[in-house]
């Protein structure tokens, strides 16, 4: 059982360099998320999407994009990576919009901008 | 303004003993969830326990209980019983109706159980 799966586990980036961030979940989760985690910031959220065509920002959106390519698929784009974006990349997946439902998360992307 | 505090960063406990991290939330939705994580230092989050607002008792798993006190915007996890394998970094998180199902995190509290 998979769960949620992101890819690459670990890159290093130059400033200004591009990349995708890949997600996938095979729960036939409706919900699905992508956080950002420093030091003494906890995990804060970029964006997020409800379901299959619809995303929504978080608390910090900034310099980031996102596409749910499908029910299964979430995927965190970086067109001009700062360093400021050094961080862990969280995604993750919950059942539906219900209040109770715990979300699940990937392993994490540790990202590295120099 | 934050929406989920935890205001400490750390704290240490005796194994076998009882530890309380804190969690206080802002919302004026009267439909939301907490939720506590657990995230040991080889990274992964692990989902531990979770409350809602119209639950009308305190909810438990195992060793974790969340002290849920409504009016006063606060749900603690009490870990009981603390083991070695607890020291790890805790998370409080929030998910509001009014919010569409976003899930928001504190800052976090590290825990060190002592031997």
């Known amino acids: 059982n998979a769960g949620v799966t992101q890819t690459p586990k670990f890159q290093v980036l130059k400033t200004g360099q591009s990349m995708t961030l890949q997600c996938a979940q095979d729960?036939?989760?409706?919900?699905m998320y992508w956080y950002r985690q420093d030091p003494g910031m906890g995990l804060r959220l970029i964006y997020y999407?409800?379901?299959?065509?619809?995303?929504d920002k978080g608390e910090v959106p900034n310099g980031y994009n996102v596409s749910r390519l499908n029910k299964r698929e979430f995927s965190l784009r970086l067109e001009s990576a700062a360093p400021s974006q050094t961080s862990v990349y969280f995604c993750?997946?919950?059942?539906?919009?219900?209040?109770?439902?715990?979300?699940?998360f990937g392993q994490g992307t540790r990202l590295t901008v120099v | 303004a934050q929406k989920i505090t935890q205001t400490q960063p750390g704290m240490f406990v005796q194994e076998k003993e009882a530890v309380t991290l804190d969690c206080t939330y802002d919302?004026?939705?009267?439909?939301?969830?907490l939720f506590w994580y657990k995230q040991p230092s080889s990274g992964e989050m692990i989902f531990l326990i979770y409350?809602?607002?119209?639950?009308?008792q305190n909810a438990t798993e195992g060793r974790y209980s969340l002290n849920f006190q409504k009016a006063r915007k606060s749900a603690n996890l009490v870990i009981s019983a603390s083991q070695l394998g607890d020291s790890a970094m805790y998370f409080c998180?929030?998910?509001?109706?009014?919010?569409?199902?976003?899930?928001?995190f504190g800052q976090g509290t590290e825990l060190s159980v002592k031997p």
């Open positions: 993750a997946s919950s059942g539906a919009r219900g209040m109770n439902t715990e979300a699940f």
């Open positions: 729960m036939n989760h409706n919900s």
């Open positions: 999407s409800a379901s299959e065509g619809t995303t």
């Open positions: 919302t004026s939705d009267p439909s939301y969830g």
């Open positions: 409350q809602g607002s119209y639950d009308q």
């Open positions: 998180a929030m998910r509001e109706v009014s919010q569409g199902g976003k899930l928001i």
